[in-house]
């Protein structure tokens, strides 16, 4: 079955510190894996994608499938990272999409 | 402006009673999710559907029902069936970017609120 893990529920770390969000998931086939954010008061939007294997307002994500982690890294984070993140998965070439049960992030000055 | 349309944003219930939430997009994508997000538990899939006239199960599919007569829209029922009904309901649809991702585009999200 399929199955997104986020093993924290908050993460606080202070202003330009590292940062890494653990993702880990299972699932049998060749997966898409992707992390959203949700700023306060913002919609759920797209951070980053595997498959593009960019970086995103410093946030990198490397798919790791021996592992089969996904984990969100930063190396300096900023206030404005403060948010909910969450890991997804998606079956390639499918439309069904799962989530974890998210991280908060918090930036502390 | 294009997006995702939830309405309401909020809705109060009273137990027995069904309900139907919203959910308008004008972006032409052809693929629509109905997720329930709880505190701690992230976003759990309730259905999906990725063309009009056929949806599919996601992994809480029961109490719910929906309907895709549309492209446009994709109402999600809250029957009396469902037994924890209170919760914050997001749409989301998706189209193909030019990555070959399957990005979801998400709407603001509806309360409900079992009295």
């Known amino acids: 079955a399929q199955r997104v893990t986020q093993p924290e529920k908050l993460l606080s770390v202070f202003k330009g510190a590292p940062v890494e969000l653990k993702c880990n998931y299972s699932?049998?086939?060749?997966?898409?894996l992707f992390w959203y954010v949700q700023y306060s008061r913002q919609r759920l939007q797209l951070l980053l994608r595997h498959i593009s294997r960019e970086s995103i307002k410093g946030f990198t994500a490397d798919l790791n499938k021996g592992e089969t982690s996904f984990h969100l890294k930063k190396p300096f984070a900023q206030e404005e990272d403060s948010a909910m993140y969450y890991c997804?998965?998606?079956?390639?070439?499918?439309?069904?999409?799962?989530f974890g049960a998210g991280t908060r992030l918090f930036v502390k000055a | 402006d294009g997006g995702i349309t939830q309405s309401p944003k909020y809705l109060f219930r009273k137990e027995g009673q069904n309900v139907t939430l919203s959910c308008e997009q004008n972006l032409n994508h052809d693929a629509m999710y109905w997720y329930r997000q709880d505190p701690g538990q992230g976003l759990r899939l309730i259905y999906y559907s990725q063309i009009v006239n056929d949806f599919q199960k996601g992994d809480i599919a029961e109490g719910y029902s929906v309907s895709r007569e549309k492209k446009e829209s994709f109402p999600l029922t809250v029957t009396s069936a469902q037994k924890n009904p209170t919760a914050f309901y997001l749409c989301?649809?998706?189209?193909?970017?030019?990555?070959?991702?399957?990005?979801?585009?998400f709407g603001a999200g509806s309360r409900l609120t079992v009295l």
């Open positions: 989301a649809s998706s189209s193909t970017d030019s990555s070959g991702a399957n990005v979801l585009t």
């Open positions: 699932y049998s086939g060749s997966p898409e």
């Open positions: 997804a998965l998606r079956n390639t070439g499918g439309f069904k999409t799962i």
